[in-house]
């Protein structure tokens, strides 16, 4: 089968397994993995900020991120579709007590003059304001680049009105290839960021926050409290070194792949992308309703060998990643194509 639900189905490479199983560990709750430490410290770096901490998931690290900078009864701004609102179990609700104002973007884009009127007065009757998040790239919006000017106007009004800045950097890595503006350069206006170590950089488990050492003093605390403290974790923290050695650069192949799909999905008349252009290695692309749903499109396409993933009635999602060749690629363009139609 070739497998294009989600970057998250790559597998350790031979090489990576190695380094895994020749990993240096101690505990970890005690501060004692050496190679959790440096892991740290070289993502702490690669970002600019004072300290990093490897957590289990990306979700996790957003959710700390959130309550970093929220108490119970606040609210943070965030874009509609944005993964935080809709794919983590509202746990900002469940566990610590935070509302959330989402505010719908363009494709995951949204613009300062949205986020102006949203910050609530400080009076009895209202929840208080006090973050807003941005993704980059945004998942639901098939992995769009927030463009980088924009982030900047949205990060200087935040600090402006006293805004905490948290990013969703899960796929920050992508964004970084595809425009050559450095991870750090990125991160420098906010305050917290998270990254992920298991979508395109192809490490089985793990993810990581960074911010100033109070930051992550508090997050460390916030992890443990959510089940998150680990022990000999330097196995899982040697697979992610070796993919910020090994697999950054290579981000730039699962983009090319991403628009070979891309144009498979112009050439058919009964599909269509959304949004047209193809920032990275997401594609997501909308059927003609008459013809049929997004469900039985993905099931046609899993009977010819190629598993997609349906994101709504009619949207279908594909995902380019280190384990899905260009040979791949091509034989799921023509299984596309066939099955919209409009194939050989």
């Given at each position: 089968m070739i497998d294009l639900?989600?970057?998250?189905m790559t597998k350790p490479t031979p090489e990576m397994r190695v380094a895994m199983a020749n990993a240096e560990v101690g505990d970890d709750v005690f501060g004692e993995d050496p190679t959790?430490?440096?892991?740290?410290a070289r993502v702490a770096g690669i970002l600019g900020k004072e300290a990093a901490l490897f957590v289990p998931s990306g979700s996790m690290g957003n959710q700390i991120g959130v309550r970093l900078h929220c108490a119970p009864g606040d609210e943070f701004l965030c874009e509609a579709d944005c993964h935080i609102f809709n794919y983590e179990q509202a746990t900002y609700a469940q566990l610590f007590g935070l509302a959330v104002q989402p505010i719908q973007g363009d494709c995951g884009v949204l613009s300062v003059d949205q986020l102006r009127d949203r910050v609530r007065p400080d009076n009895d009757h209202a929840p208080r304001t006090k973050l807003i998040c941005l993704e980059n790239t945004h998942n639901r919006g098939a992995g769009r680049i927030q463009p980088y000017e924009?982030?900047?106007e949205i990060c200087q009004w935040a600090k402006s009105v006293g805004l905490a800045r948290h990013m969703d950097g899960a796929r920050l890595w992508n964004a970084a290839v595809?425009?050559?503006?450095?991870?750090?350069?990125?991160?420098?206006?906010?305050?917290?960021v998270s990254v992920c170590f298991s979508k395109g950089l192809g490490a089985p488990v793990g993810s990581a926050i960074v911010g100033s050492k109070d930051h992550i003093h508090q997050a460390r605390r916030l992890r443990k409290a959510m089940g998150g403290?680990?022990?000999?974790?330097?196995?899982?923290g040697a697979a992610a070194l070796y993919a910020l050695d090994h697999h950054i650069d290579?981000?730039?192949?699962?983009?090319?792949?991403?628009?070979?799909?891309?144009?498979?999905?112009?050439?058919?008349?009964?599909?269509k992308l959304v949004p047209e252009e193809v920032?990275?290695?997401?594609v997501i692309f909308e059927i003609e309703p008459k013809w049929g749903t997004a469900a039985e499109f993905v099931g046609k396409?899993?009977?010819?060998?190629?598993?997609?993933?349906?994101?709504?009635?009619?949207?279908?999602?594909?995902?380019?990643?280190?384990?899905?060749?260009?040979?791949?690629?091509g034989q799921a363009r023509d299984v596309i194509l066939e099955v919209s139609g409009f194939g050989k």
């Open positions: 639900r989600s970057d998250t959790l430490q440096r892991l740290e924009t982030v900047v595809a425009t050559d503006i450095p991870p750090a350069r990125w991160a420098q206006h906010f305050d917290t403290g680990m022990r000999q974790a330097g196995i899982l290579r981000l730039v192949e699962d983009h090319q792949k991403a628009q070979l799909l891309a144009e498979a999905i112009r050439e058919s008349p009964r599909l920032d990275t290695n997401l396409l899993k009977e010819r060998g190629v598993l997609a993933l349906a994101v709504a009635k009619h949207r279908v999602r594909l995902v380019t990643h280190l384990d899905v060749s260009e040979a791949q690629v």
